[in-house]
């Protein structure tokens, strides 16, 4: 089985702009987390998403959201960047909702200068 | 709020001796408990995991050990190998919630 894929793997963003993220979860996989990790700070999660709903929300400001596809297919979009934004963002997938045990993709590096 | 703390941000071994990664947490709904390896420009990989009623879980090298009066959890690597070497990240979580600790760079001096 392909693991979970995750596109740009790196990029670089100005203050003030929008990105989108794209995660394909294992085939299969139904639940889609998105974390952000930053030094010192660990993953820190944003949400998960299962059957095209959110389903769970960290505690982002509403600047940070996603969607889910009816293929699984996770994007995350991050409007009027910020430089704090800068870190790795991480998706995982998993077979059910709050899976105990995720997947992760290799992550995408955002740099926001 | 850190609810999952692993305290060292680092760790070196030399090859052969024991690895002793610690986290703690402070949620004590949380009855699931992992350990993630991170190598660098990869995601965290599942390493090994243990439920709360248990206090030790074991695979291979590695051995996870829960004191859940204390809400602390450690993982032993044993012997430690210079391919061990990565960022180790604990978990804990319950129905509702997963939360990760801030990780701990391993390295595994030959």
């Known amino acids: 089985k392909a693991g979970v894929t995750q596109t740009p793997r790196y990029l670089i963003k100005t203050r003030g702009q929008q990105v989108t993220l794209s995660c394909s979860p294992i085939?299969?996989?139904?639940?889609v987390s998105w974390y952000q990790q930053t030094p010192g700070q660990g993953l820190q999660f944003l949400f998960e998403y299962f059957s095209e709903t959110q389903r769970n929300k960290g505690n982002f400001p509403g600047r940070f959201s996603g969607r889910q596809f009816s293929n699984s297919r996770s994007e995350m979009n991050v409007s009027t960047l910020e430089l704090g934004d800068s870190a790795l963002y991480l998706c995982?997938?998993?077979?059910?909702?709050?899976?105990?045990?995720?997947?992760f993709g290799p992550g995408t590096r955002l740099t926001v200068l | 709020d850190q609810q999952v703390k692993q305290n060292s941000p680092s760790l070196s071994v030399q090859e052969g001796r024991i690895s002793i990664l610690n986290c703690d947490y402070t949620n004590s709904m949380f009855d699931y408990f992992l350990w993630y390896k991170k190598y660098p420009a990869e995601g965290p990989t599942f390493l090994i995991s243990?439920?709360?009623?248990?206090d030790k879980n074991e695979d291979g090298r590695f051995t996870v050990f829960l004191n859940k009066s204390a809400k602390h959890l450690s993982l032993h690597i044993v012997p430690s190998q210079p391919g061990d070497s990565a960022v180790y990240f604990c978990?804990?979580?319950?129905?509702?919630?997963?939360?990760f600790g801030a990780g701990t760079r391993l390295t595994v001096k030959p």
């Open positions: 085939s299969g996989h139904r639940s």
């Open positions: 243990i439920s709360s009623i248990k």
């Open positions: 995982a997938s998993s077979l059910v909702l709050q899976g105990r045990e995720q997947f």
């Open positions: 978990a804990a979580s319950n129905n509702n919630d997963m939360r």
